[in-house]
């Protein structure tokens, strides 16, 4: 069972690229496939109340079964967000801070993370295209 009393140390220095930080997330005690709640809310700066509510589950099953089809699916839903907007800023940090903080004006203002936890990750990830295109275009 993963260790979750790792979620109140401070959050990590990040990655310094993508791939660093999915080596992070990878949750050691579970296999290769599993990525760890524990470790993805010292990432995002929340606690595993929050990560609960944002993923549809109760708390204790972040502790009790981490690798749940539920968990990992919005785990890695929050990750493809993440991953499109490290793409186009360049930067692990300043994606995962758009992510939970920025307001999207085309969705009321909500967050990507917001969004994602409604189940709108695709709708997210569009607009994130469309910036992409954008600056490029």
Known sequence: ?????????????????FAALMEFLREPNLGLAVISPGRFVRLAGIDLQTLAAQAHVHRNTLARSPASETVQ????????????????????????????NEPLAPFGYQTAEMLVSGGRTEDVLRYVMSLEAGAAG
């Open 73 to 100: 699916r919005f785990l890695r839903e929050a990750l493809r967000v993440i991953r499109a907007a490290t793409d186009i800023s360049g930067d692990v940090n300043r994606a995962l801070f758009w992510y939970r």
């Open 1 to 17: 069972m993963p260790n979750l009393a790792e979620t109140s140390l401070p959050p990590p220095v990040l990655a310094p690229n």
